[in-house]
């Protein structure tokens, strides 16, 4: 399969403890972006990456979320502290530059559903 | 910041009928996108629009981009029941870095009944 892939799917934790999302992109794919979807709801912005560089962020990703992509390939979103406004799905998406790829076309994964308790 | 704002909420349709939904900006866009999710996955590409007036078919699938850049309609011909889902226009953040940036709507649910 050489879609986006995300991991873990699930994951439930209690109020207070860290998690952390890994999302691997289409390997092409130079841009890499993250977003938060809550249910009822089309999905938010997060944060973007060109290759290893974080290029935005948008406000919702307060202080205790932070995301990385070291070697510009695969990138994580770790949470910490979580709070029960955390639970929501967290969608990674990646696409080519706008040079290769047609504006806005994003592909995402299956997305990592986050259950504060 | 922009909001896009989409109707119906819901559809409950008869398999066999057409669809159609539409989405609405106060600002201007200058890309209209349209995705659909399944129940636990993430969103897929359906159609993209890039010029005012554009008329476009996937299939069964036609979208238009409004010539005010301020809305976009989907219709679906001839409903099965994998048209299921819930679909969501989106169009780029203006003043964003990234053509991937985007604003979506809050999706309109699909049922098809057999």
């Known amino acids: 399969d050489t879609g986006v892939s995300q991991n873990p799917r699930h994951k439930i934790t209690k109020r207070g403890q860290n998690v952390t999302f890994r999302c691997d992109p289409i390997?092409?794919?130079?841009?890499l972006y993250w977003y938060r979807q809550t249910l009822g709801q089309g999905p938010e912005f997060l944060t973007y990456?060109?290759?290893?560089?974080?290029?935005?962020k948008s406000r919702l990703l307060s202080d205790r979320f932070s995301a990385e992509r070291p070697k510009g390939s695969f990138s994580t979103l770790e949470i910490q502290r979580t709070e029960q406004g955390d639970s929501a799905m967290y969608l990674c998406?990646?696409?080519?530059?706008?040079?290769?790829?047609?504006?806005?076309?994003?592909?995402f994964g299956e997305g990592s559903r986050l259950t504060v308790l | 910041g922009q909001q896009l704002n989409q109707s119906p909420q819901s559809m409950f349709i008869q398999e066999g009928e057409d669809v159609s939904m539409n989405c609405t900006s106060s600002?201007?866009?200058?890309?209209w996108l349209w995705y659909k999710q399944d129940p636990g996955e993430g969103p897929v590409l359906l159609i993209a629009?890039?010029?005012?007036?554009e008329l476009t078919s996937n299939g069964r699938l036609t979208a238009q981009f409004g010539i005010t850049r301020k809305d976009s309609f989907l219709n679906i011909s001839a409903s099965i029941p994998s048209d299921v889902g819930i679909y969501f226009c989106?169009?780029?953040?203006?003043?964003?870095?990234?053509?991937?940036?985007?604003?979506f709507g809050q999706g309109t649910i699909l049922t098809v009944h057999p």
């Open positions: 998406a990646s696409s080519p530059t706008r040079t290769g790829g047609r504006t806005g076309e994003l592909f």
């Open positions: 390997s092409e794919h130079n841009r």
């Open positions: 990456f060109q290759n290893e560089a974080q290029l935005e």
């Open positions: 600002s201007i866009f200058n890309t």
């Open positions: 629009l890039y010029k005012a007036g």
């Open positions: 989106a169009g780029p953040n203006a003043g964003g870095t990234s053509y991937g940036k985007l604003t």
